[in-house]
T-cell receptor, first 114, second 115 residues
C-alpha cells in the first residue's frame, strides 16, 4: 500500500490475555518504530528496528512486551498477559533510513484491556 | 544521549493571535529536527523539518520553525492561528549513529485555539 498500515485498528481484550499488533511499513523503508500513546499523553518510544535488528529496545516497558521484524518488512508487537495499564494507542512509523529521515506514521491500534 | 523537551503541555490562544510552541533538545552531535501534528482522532503527520541549510524552515498550514544551534531550540511559530489549528504538536529529533537513525519525540503540546 501507499502508507504504513496497522492492524487491527481496534482491539479489546481481557486482562491476562496475549495480543499481537501488526505493522506493515512502506515498501523499501528500512527503519521501523513502535510508540505508545496513552490518553492525553505524549509519544512513548518502545522499540526501533533497522532492517530486522533492533538496536534499541530500551523503551519496552516490561518483559511482557516483545517485538520482531521479519524480511525487513512486517513487524509484530506482542504483549503477553495484558494489564489494564497497557491500554493505549500503539503507533508504528517507518522511514527510509540513512538517506531519508522523514518518518511516516500508521493510524495506530487502539488497545483496550478490560 | 538525546532528549527533547517541550516546555508547554498546553497552549490556549485566541483565533488570529500569534503562537509559539517551544522545543529544546539535548545532543552532543548534529541533529535533524521535526515538528509533527496530530489533529483530533487522526494520525501524526509531518508539519516541517530541518535537515540542513537555512535555519528558518517553512511548513504546511503557515507554520514555520527556526533552528537555533546555540540555544539548542527549534520553536514552532505561526503569526495568526485558526480554529482548525487546534491539535497536538510534537517536536522530534533524529540522530545518526552506527546503528542507524533514531527518532525521539517530546511530550507534545496541545494547542487550543479559542474563538
Amino acid at each position: 500500500g501507499a502508507g504504513v498500515s496497522q492492524s487491527p485498528s481496534n482491539k479489546v481484550t481481557e486482562k491476562g490475555k496475549d495480543v499481537e499488533l501488526r505493522c506493515d511499513p512502506i515498501s523499501g523503508h528500512t527503519a521501523l518504530y513502535w510508540y505508545r500513546q496513552s490518553l492525553g499523553q505524549g509519544l512513548e518510544f518502545l522499540i526501533y528496528f533497522q532492517g530486522n535488528s533492533a538496536p534499541d529496545k530500551s523503551g519496552l516497558p516490561s518483559d511482557r512486551f516483545s517485538a520482531e521484524r521479519t524480511g525487513g518488512s512486517v513487524s509484530t508487537l506482542t504483549i503477553q498477559r495484558t494489564q489494564q495499564e497497557d491500554s493505549a494507542v500503539y503507533l508504528c512509523a517507518s522511514s527510509l533510513g540513512r538517506s531519508n529521515t522523514e518518518a511516516f506514521f500508521g493510524q495506530g491500534t487502539r488497545l483496550t484491556v478490560v | 544521549a538525546q532528549s527533547v523537551t517541550q516546555l508547554d503541555s498546553q497552549v490556549p490562544v485566541f483565533e488570529e493571535a500569534p503562537v509559539e510552541l517551544r522545543c529544546n533538545y539535548s545532543s552532543s552531535v548534529s541533529v535533524y529536527l521535526f515538528w509533527y501534528v496530530q489533529y483530533p482522532n487522526q494520525g501524526l503527520q509531518l508539519l516541517l523539518k530541518y535537515l540542513s541549510g537555512s535555519t528558518l524552515v517553512k511548513g504546511i498550514n503557515g507554520f514555520e520553525a527556526e533552528f537555533n544551534k546555540s540555544q539548542t531550540s527549534f520553536h514552532l511559530r505561526k503569526p495568526s492561528v485558526h480554529i482548525s489549528d487546534t491539535a497536538e504538536y510534537f517536536c522530534a529529533v533524529i540522530i545518526f549513529n552506527n546503528a542507524g537513525n533514531m527518532l525521539t519525540f517530546g511530550g507534545g503540546t496541545r494547542l487550543m485555539v479559542k474563538p
